[in-house]
């Protein structure tokens, strides 16, 4: 932690120097993003290390159920977020196995979870999720992130309307593009997707992100530059 607030200094300093005597935009740039880059390395590095300390042990906590659950053979997957722990710090986020609990998106639960090993893929690491464990003794506290509960309701409601007004087929494709739940494709009509090379756009990517920025744009032009904004601006300019 010490070495990364060092070169966050460093950085900052280099920064400023570059910034002040060169005064070229490019190289700001360049410079901020490289930098970002780095510290973010180091800091994974830096997580990364940390977790191997706690490898093997078990620690009962409070935790937030912060994707929706599958089920993979014979057992449940799903990531968590530490709230309280004996062990591992707030915002802590684990991959998890378990059997049997009930639990779902959003859900605040409590339970025993063994830190089984780090985590080294790259999805996993652009998530901050750096480990792997296995949860038993899971209990549901009977409340739910404000946040993410708000997010399972509207994601419910989009499901039911999609559902009630669509075939299935239609249903499981439309819901895929819009919310990236593929659960309810089928394994041959999934594998037909990928052999389609169409795979990538269930899932969240830039197709979702230019819909979500276009309405964004349109709501706020239509809110705050309106005809009559336009008129006025038109006004004082002559």
Not at 51 to 70: Q, R, S
Not at 136 to 152: A, N, Q
Not at 180 to 199: I, L
Request: one cysteine or more.
């Amino acid at each position: 932690s010490k070495f990364i607030l060092f070169l966050i200094g460093v950085g900052v300093i280099a920064l400023i120097f570059t910034f002040h005597y060169k005064q070229k935009s490019a190289y700001f740039v360049v410079f901020l993003f490289v930098f970002a880059v780095i510290v973010s390395e180091f800091y994974q590095i830096a997580e990364k290390e940390k977790i191997k300390d706690y490898n093997g042990n078990t620690c009962y906590g409070e935790y937030t159920v912060i994707t929706e659950p599958k089920i993979a053979d014979s057992y449940y997957t799903a990531t968590v977020e530490v709230l309280k722990s004996e062990i591992l710090e707030k915002g802590t986020k684990i991959s998890v196995i378990y059997n049997g609990a009930n639990i779902e998106f959003s859900d605040i639960i409590k339970a025993d979870i063994t830190i089984k090993s780090a985590n080294t893929s790259a999805y996993c690491y652009s998530q901050k999720i750096y480990c792997n464990g296995t949860m038993k003794s899971v209990t549901k506290t009977g409340k739910r992130d404000f946040v993410l509960g708000k997010v399972r309701s509207l994601r419910k409601y989009i499901s039911f309307k999609i559902h009630k007004n669509f075939g299935y087929a239609e249903f499981a494709t439309i819901l895929a593009l819009i919310t990236s739940d593929k659960s309810y494709f089928g394994n041959e009509f999934y594998n037909n997707v990928k052999s389609a090379g169409v795979a990538h756009i269930m899932v969240v990517s830039g197709l979702h992100l230019s819909i979500i920025v276009t309405f964004l744009l349109a709501f706020t032009k239509k809110i705050f530059y309106n005809r009559y904004l336009k008129a006025f601006t038109i006004w004082q300019r002559n």
